[in-house]
């Protein structure tokens, strides 16, 4: 399979634990995307990565988020002292690098968060 | 602030009719539209993209941009009941951002 993959799917944890993704991306990728997404509503963008540069990052993101991308190929997304507003899927998506037009990004499966 | 405008439905079609799904944007340096499909507690899957002014179509689904009128839709044809699902449309702010619409949600009955 050679799609996005995330891990875990689904996690369940403690108000004020710490809980950490990964996200594996197409391989011949070299951009990386995370997004929230609670019922509802559309994706809300976290931060990108190309290669392993975080180029951007909301300020919607509190500092309990960070993200990391160590050599460009898979990522991990940490939130310290999880909250019950922390609750939602978080998606991961990757995308190749393209001049001009064109981005087509590709969702992983999300790993459902369920903070209590 | 860039906006992008869905309808949240439900849109009812019935089986093998057109469905006819529309987006609103406000960005007019927009350059890239794109259409997901997300079955619920999945995550979207890419289904159509668009660069230009027109048509363009893939299979039984047809993506028309118009950018004078900042607008974009999607249509699905000989719809089936698998085709229910809640639609995201997506532009680009940037060169990598997307800004989403909230989405359609299209319920397909037999």
């Known amino acids: 399979d050679t799609g996005v993959s995330q891990d875990p799917r689904h996690k369940i944890t403690k108000r004020g634990q710490n809980v950490t993704f990964r996200c594996d991306p197409i391989s011949e990728h070299n951009r990386l995307y995370w997004y929230r997404q609670t019922l509802g509503q559309g994706p809300e963008f976290l931060t990108y990565?190309?290669?392993?540069?975080?180029?951007?990052k909301s300020r919607l993101l509190s500092d309990r988020f960070s993200a990391e991308r160590p050599k460009g190929s898979f990522s991990t997304l940490e939130i310290q002292r999880t909250e019950q507003g922390d609750s939602a899927m978080y998606l991961c998506?990757?995308?190749?690098?393209?001049?001009?037009?064109?981005?087509?990004?590709?969702f992983g499966p999300g790993t459902r968060l369920t903070v209590l | 602030q860039k906006e992008v405008e869905q309808n949240s439905g439900p849109l009812s079609v019935p089986e093998g009719a057109i469905a006819s799904l529309n987006c609103t944007y406000s960005d007019r340096g927009s350059q890239s539209f794109f259409w997901y499909r997300q079955y619920s507690g999945k995550s979207p899957e890419l289904i159509m993209s668009?660069?230009s002014n027109g048509d363009k179509e893939d299979g039984r689904f047809t993506a028309q941009l118009n950018k004078a009128s900042q607008y974009v839709s999607l249509l699905i044809r000989d719809s089936q009941p698998s085709d229910s699902a809640t639609y995201l449309c997506?532009?680009?702010?940037?060169?990598?951002?997307?800004?989403w619409g909230a989405g359609t949600k299209l319920i397909i009955k037999p």
């Open positions: 997506a532009v680009t702010h940037s060169n990598y951002q997307l800004i």
């Open positions: 998506a990757s995308s190749p690098q393209r001049q001009g037009v064109g981005n087509e990004q590709f």
């Open positions: 990565f190309q290669n392993e540069a975080q180029l951007e």
């Open positions: 668009i660069y």
